[in-house]
């Protein structure tokens, strides 16, 4: 029942920006908290950053001062707003959250920084 469907991935060039949605079904979205992860080839899945059901957010800190989190409960929609992009930021970005004891991911959006 619970779905998550991730939006607004493309190539962009560096220094642009991007903003990546997250669309929430079969949750109490209002209470939840929501995570954005990423996942560059090869290398580790790693969380970009968090914002809690109060509103509270985090950040890793490569992401901290160009990405922003935000959250529209209306919409039960999870945004992730990059600016200043670098290639190293190229990756598959994953939405992500928990309910109970069961997580649950989205597919992914591609996301392409060139140089």
């Known amino acids: 029942q619970v779905q998550l469907v991730e939006s607004g991935g493309g190539l962009v060039q560096a220094g642009g920006s991007l903003r990546l949605s997250c669309a929430a079904s079969?949750?109490?979205?209002?209470?939840?908290?929501m995570y954005w992860y990423r996942q560059a080839p090869g290398k580790q899945r790693e969380l970009v950053a968090l914002?809690?059901?109060?509103?509270?957010?985090g950040y890793a800190d490569s992401a901290k001062g160009r990405f922003t989190i935000s959250r529209d409960n209306a919409k039960n929609t999870v945004y992730l707003q990059m600016n200043s992009l670098k290639p190293e930021d190229t990756a598959v970005y994953y939405c992500?959250?928990?309910?109970?004891?069961?997580?649950?991911w989205g597919r992914g959006t591609q996301v392409t920084v060139s140089s």
């Open positions: 079969g949750i109490v979205f209002s209470i939840n908290s």
């Open positions: 992500h959250t928990r309910r109970g004891l069961s997580e649950y």
């Open positions: 914002i809690s059901g109060a509103g509270s957010t």
